[in-house]
């Protein structure tokens, strides 16, 4: 039985050749070449070494790996023969060779002895050309294998083997998934040789490159890293806050003492909302997950539920919810969305909700609540057919309401305006309109320009009760025409 012995033939350059290699290739029967499109080839010839090369192989055979697996086959056969022989790849032999790999492996199996010399790869110029430190994490990868990309990578990225325009698109699409589609690559081409390029293009251009072959690689740099949160510092300063050597006020709260706090939050974040003023939506959202977070520790220290549950419980639901993201689900459109999410909570809760109106909390805000009251309802056909009936209802309303009045009956007044107020929800919710944000806007509107004759009053040092009516809408009618004019 023969043996075999791998060489590497450097990155380039005849020079970059270690003499221990260069020796065993003049001595080498049979010398056989992984390809002869190499750089050093010329060389060897004109020194009178002769060999074979497998580049017929890439001809026959309609896949890289097959095209390995013939390869390390073919070795393993001769050796089992009694070849001694030589086989050389480009560069260094366990760097990014395929074929080394797979013939280390049938060798071992087959009991064939096998040495493998080092030698110089284009890693080691690469380094050079780009100012790369190794040390600080690098990834090699062969062109073949860039689908299995690690989704996590945190180093730079080696791709070696980009043969050609098909390879280099294949793994622009590939890196496409990982990287900005204008992600700075470096595609480096005959490295160590004197016509020597290294070119930095976005990624998405990268197979629109002219010259792409065999000795052409690519480097990608390490993306940035993405901030990521976490919520520890808000939980741990909650945790102590609640301890025996935190806030006595802290301490003393519990779900139901905290209850006003958490609707006074809401509230404040849609105003911040309203105001389009983000720096303030970032300061009421923070006081919004302060109250989160108060609930969680208090449900915690009583062993109900911790912090992690809740993040966990509602990240599963959306899961859940969304399986046209998540899933094999297809939807047309935001409408099948909502349907098929009002099916999901069918399913969820069927057993729960004997009503089709159960699931409302009757803490909500009334006009929130009659939205969602008649939302319900109408899922079910319990609504009116146009918008039209809606109109005509609220008129219906409006008089049964004056009617109230005019017989001064208490009880039926507040029962009728309560009707009214159901009615005109109901136009809202066919306009598309929230009613609690739209009254919400009319209040803050109502104080903009009630302000607006407070400090005019007090400029002009004038008193309220020396200013009538008429006078009064004047000054209204002011701020109203400042409000359009953006004053």
Same mark, same amino acid.
């Given at each position: 039985?023969?043996?075999?012995?791998?060489?590497?033939? &450097?990155?380039? =350059?005849?020079?970059?050749?270690?003499?221990?290699?260069?020796?065993?290739?003049?001595?080498?029967?049979?010398?056989?070449?992984?390809?002869? !499109?190499?750089?050093?080839?010329? *060389?060897?010839?004109?020194?009178?070494?002769?060999?074979?090369?497998?580049?017929?192989?890439?001809?026959? %055979?309609?896949?890289?790996?097959?095209?390995? %697996?013939?390869?390390? #086959?073919?070795?393993?056969?001769?050796?089992?023969? &009694?070849?001694?022989?030589?086989? =050389?790849?480009?560069?260094? @032999? +366990?760097?990014?060779?395929?074929?080394?790999?797979?013939?280390?492996?049938?060798?071992? !199996?087959?009991? $064939?002895?096998?040495?493998?010399? @080092?030698?110089?790869?284009?890693?080691?110029?690469?380094?050079?050309? +780009?100012? $790369?430190?190794?040390?600080?994490?690098?990834?090699?990868?062969?062109?073949?294998?860039?689908?299995?990309?690690? #989704?996590?990578?945190?180093?730079?990225?080696?791709?070696?083997?980009?043969?050609?325009?098909?390879?280099?698109?294949?793994?622009?699409?590939?890196?496409? /998934?990982?990287?900005?589609?204008?992600?700075?690559?470096?595609?480096? !081409?005959?490295?160590?040789?004197?016509?020597?390029?290294?070119?930095?293009?976005?990624?998405?251009?990268?197979?629109?490159?002219?010259?792409?072959?065999?000795?052409?690689?690519?480097?990608? @740099?390490?993306?940035?890293?993405?901030?990521?949160?976490?919520?520890?510092?808000?939980?741990?300063?909650?945790?102590?806050?609640?301890?025996?050597?935190?806030?006595?006020?802290?301490?003393?709260?519990?779900?139901?003492?905290?209850?006003?706090?958490?609707? /006074?939050?809401?509230?404040?974040?849609?105003?911040?909302?309203?105001?389009?003023?983000?720096?303030?939506?970032?300061?009421?959202?923070?006081?919004?997950?302060?109250? $989160?977070?108060?609930?969680?520790?208090?449900? *915690? /220290?009583?062993?109900?539920?911790?912090?992690?549950?809740?993040?966990?419980?509602?990240?599963?639901?959306?899961?859940?919810?969304?399986?046209?993201?998540? &899933?094999?689900?297809?939807?047309?459109?935001?409408? *099948?969305?909502?349907?098929?999410?009002?099916?999901?909570?069918?399913?969820?809760?069927?057993?729960?909700?004997?009503?089709?109106?159960?699931?409302? @909390?009757?803490?909500?805000? #009334?006009?929130?609540?009659?939205?969602?009251?008649?939302?319900?309802? =109408?899922?079910?056909?319990?609504?009116?057919?146009?918008?039209? #009936?809606?109109?005509?209802?609220?008129?219906? /309303?409006?008089? *049964?309401?004056?009617?109230?009045?005019?017989?001064? %009956?208490?009880?039926?007044?507040? &029962?009728?305006?309560?009707?009214?107020?159901?009615?005109?929800?109901?136009?809202?919710?066919?306009?598309?309109?929230? =009613?609690?944000?739209?009254?919400?806007?009319?209040?803050?509107?109502?104080?903009?320009?009630?302000?607006?004759?407070?400090?005019?009053?007090?400029?002009?040092? +004038?008193?309220?009760?020396?200013?009538?009516?008429?006078?009064?809408?004047?000054?209204?009618?002011?701020?109203?025409?400042?409000?359009?004019?953006?004053?």
């Amino acid at each position: 039985m023969g043996k075999i012995t791998i060489v590497g033939l &450097g990155p380039g =350059a005849f020079g970059l050749i270690t003499v221990e290699t260069l020796e065993m290739l003049k001595s080498a029967k049979p010398l056989i070449l992984r390809t002869a !499109k190499h750089p050093t080839v010329s *060389e060897i010839r004109a020194r009178g070494i002769e060999f074979v090369s497998y580049d017929y192989v890439y001809e026959e %055979q309609d896949s890289f790996e097959k095209v390995y %697996q013939t390869i390390a #086959s073919d070795c393993l056969a001769q050796a089992a023969v &009694g070849e001694n022989l030589v086989y =050389a790849v480009p560069g260094s @032999p +366990l760097v990014a060779e395929k074929t080394v790999t797979l013939i280390r492996d049938l060798a071992e !199996k087959e009991g $064939i002895s096998l040495t493998i010399l @080092p030698g110089m790869s284009f890693l080691e110029v690469l380094y050079t050309r +780009l100012g $790369i430190d190794p040390i600080e994490g690098l990834t090699v990868l062969d062109a073949a294998d860039v689908s299995s990309l690690p #989704s996590e990578l945190r180093t730079g990225l080696v791709i070696t083997q980009v043969y050609n325009d098909y390879v280099a698109s294949e793994v622009k699409l590939a890196l496409m /998934e990982y990287y900005p589609d204008d992600f700075e690559v470096v595609l480096v !081409k005959d490295l160590g040789l004197p016509e020597e390029k290294i070119l930095r293009v976005p990624l998405f251009e990268l197979d629109r490159i002219s010259g792409i072959d065999h000795l052409t690689s690519l480097y990608v @740099p390490c993306k940035p890293p993405i901030e990521k949160f976490t919520l520890d510092p808000i939980v741990d300063i909650m945790a102590q806050l609640r301890s025996p050597e935190g806030c006595m006020w802290d301490v003393e709260q519990t779900h139901s003492s905290l209850r006003r706090y958490l609707v /006074e939050e809401v509230y404040e974040v849609l105003e911040a909302i309203d105001l389009q003023q983000g720096d303030k939506l970032c300061e009421e959202l923070g006081d919004l997950l302060l109250q $989160i977070v108060f609930h969680a520790r208090i449900a *915690e /220290e009583s062993r109900e539920f911790t912090m992690q549950q809740v993040v966990d419980v509602i990240t599963e639901k959306m899961v859940r919810r969304h399986p046209h993201v998540f &899933g094999d689900v297809t939807l047309r459109d935001a409408g *099948e969305v909502v349907l098929n999410w009002d099916a999901l909570k069918q399913l969820e809760y069927g057993s729960e909700r004997l009503s089709v109106l159960d699931g409302i @909390p009757k803490g909500l805000p #009334s006009l929130m609540r009659a939205y969602k009251l008649q939302g319900k309802a =109408a899922k079910v056909g319990f609504d009116w057919d146009n918008i039209q #009936s809606v109109w005509d209802k609220i008129e219906e /309303e409006l008089i *049964e309401l004056k009617t109230a009045c005019l017989h001064s %009956q208490v009880a039926d007044i507040e &029962g009728e305006l309560g009707d009214v107020l159901f009615s005109v929800v109901n136009l809202a919710r066919f306009l598309k309109i929230d =009613a609690e944000v739209a009254l919400n806007v009319t209040n803050n509107k109502f104080m903009r320009r009630f302000s607006y004759i407070e400090k005019t009053i007090n400029n002009n040092k +004038l008193k309220w009760e020396n200013m009538d009516i008429k006078q009064l809408d004047i000054l209204w009618e002011q701020a109203k025409m400042q409000e359009k004019a953006g004053i």
